[in-house]
């Protein structure tokens, strides 16, 4: 028998070739089981979409995911009272605190991100953020002098990171970090960078909170399917309008003071505090950022609910990567 070519076929080319396809069935089909895992992670539902061989593969993949967060979280929460962060918080100022590639790394990354913002993105915003929780609690406002107090204590370009020697030095007294604008998206990046390396399961999809981190499409797809919201619904009624992104290896975060907002004294502010006012937003807003990253989206989704629709679309337009989704 002669092939397409005029050669002659080699002895047991059919058998090779059906034994060829049955492989590639096999392994497309074997990739192809969807699994499923949650769990709550930084005071936020994490979520794992995840394609793996079998489940035995891929309950093991997201233990392993969720510890990872959970190693991540001593690292970077201000609750936790013996996590890095609140070590480097307890620093005398001036003084270099050795820390960890992690924390080295997000605080980097906060630092560029401020820059690139005009701070609108500020993690020394701990003690304004602290006073902020104590007084919604009671709902009430700052007294005056200590939120004049608190906000004196903040100035992004105060915190001096060393690369090399692996420091992070806080230069003003008072100073507190508060990395809660951007841990989650941190985290979120690092599980699929951690199940695509050690696990080997590269079409993946990692939810945290408002945080998405995108990885290779499912297979059969060219991408993962994403909703966007687009439209607020007013308090008490009405339907919210969502659009629907295609996305992979990218990522996508959101912000806003949708549901987190309490009413003080008639006025209604949301959970996301004002670095200028330092006080909860007060006006009703909601930004969706896709970028290349977690990271990225999650500090930069901040950012634009707080510098607004305007400046924060001029000052989106400045940064490769960057697409805005304003809900209206």
């Not at 004196?152 to 809660?180: F, R």
């Not at 841990?183 to 979120?188: E, F, L, M, S």
């Not at 999650?298 to 989106?316: C, F």
Request: glycine share 8%; hydrophobic share 40%.
């Amino acid at each position: 028998m002669l092939s397409s070519t005029g050669q002659k076929r080699p002895k047991g080319h059919k058998g090779l070739l059906s034994l060829l396809s049955l492989l590639s069935f096999s392994s497309l089909s074997a990739i192809e089981n969807r699994f499923d895992f949650e769990s709550v992670q930084m005071a936020t539902k994490f979520r794992l979409s995840l394609h793996a061989e079998n489940r035995e593969t891929a309950e093991k993949a997201a233990e392993d995911a969720f510890e990872h967060v959970a190693a991540l979280t001593s690292v970077f929460s201000d609750y936790e009272p013996y996590s890095e962060l609140n070590r480097l918080n307890a620093t005398k100022p001036s003084v270099p605190f050795k820390a960890s590639p992690e924390l080295l790394d997000i605080v980097t990354r906060s630092l560029e991100i401020s820059k690139l913002t005009d701070g609108a993105f500020d993690i020394t915003c701990g003690n304004v953020t602290r006073l902020w929780r104590s007084m919604k609690n009671r709902k009430q406002l700052p007294p005056p002098d200590r939120l004049a107090t608190a906000k004196a204590a903040m100035d992004w370009k105060a915190v001096k990171v060393d690369a090399q020697a692996s420091t992070i030095t806080l230069t003003k007294p008072g100073m507190l970090l508060d990395l809660g604008g951007i841990a989650k998206g941190y985290a979120a990046d690092s599980v699929l960078k951690r199940l695509r390396e050690r696990h080997h399961l590269p079409r993946a999809l990692v939810i945290a909170g408002g945080d998405i981190a995108i990885g290779d499409p499912p297979p059969g797809k060219e991408s993962w399917e994403v909703r966007l919201r687009t439209y607020i619904a007013p308090i008490g009624g009405g339907a919210e309008k969502l659009e629907s992104v295609q996305l992979k290896n990218a990522a996508v975060s959101t912000s806003g003071d949708l549901y987190q907002a309490i009413i003080i004294e008639g006025k209604r502010y949301a959970h996301i505090i004002s670095p200028k006012s330092g006080l909860g937003l007060t006006d009703t807003i909601s930004c969706s950022v896709i970028a290349t990253d977690a990271t990225t989206s999650d500090a930069l989704a901040t950012a634009m609910v707080v510098l607004g629709k305007e400046k924060g679309s001029e000052i989106a337009k400045q940064i490769p990567g960057i697409t805005l989704r304003w809900s209206e």
